[in-house]
């Protein structure tokens, strides 16, 4: 399974990024999917995570209101919607692909077998 994430660079505080992962090896229509990230010096911490037909998502308190995750699974290809960015989203935001189809979503790292590479977003003031 490989988890492609794209779309990440550097933006103003208070616009918007788009982030796409593509699967490939696997599909993913079965499973929940997730987005998590990591900031210089800090744990991977959640982000978002979406049910496997995109009915129920839910999001860390951080970034509620502002993201919006999404899914095409005729494209086996999972987003990110990033909008009104703060310097605190700066990190490198990976997406994951968890270990059970029984989740319906998943919002714990342990729950998660497969990571993408990782895209790096920059936040400047």
């Known amino acids: 399974v490989q988890l492609q994430a794209s779309g990440g660079g550097l933006v103003q505080a208070g616009n918007s990024l788009r982030l796409s992962c593509a699967a490939s090896?696997?599909?993913?229509?079965?499973?929940?999917m997730g987005w998590f990230r990591q900031a210089p010096g800090k744990e991977r911490e959640f982000v978002a995570t979406?049910?496997?037909?995109?009915?129920?998502?839910y999001y860390a308190d951080s970034v509620k209101g502002r993201f919006t995750i999404s899914r095409d699974n005729a494209k086996n290809t999972v987003y990110l919607q990033m909008n009104s960015l703060k310097q605190e989203d700066t990190a490198v935001y990976y997406c994951a692909l968890p270990s059970r189809i029984s989740y319906t979503i998943a919002t714990m790292t342990e729950q998660y077998d497969y990571w993408g590479q990782g895209t790096l977003v920059t936040v400047s003031s």
């Open positions: 090896g696997r599909t993913i229509n079965n499973y929940a």
């Open positions: 979406i049910s496997r037909r995109g009915g129920t998502t």
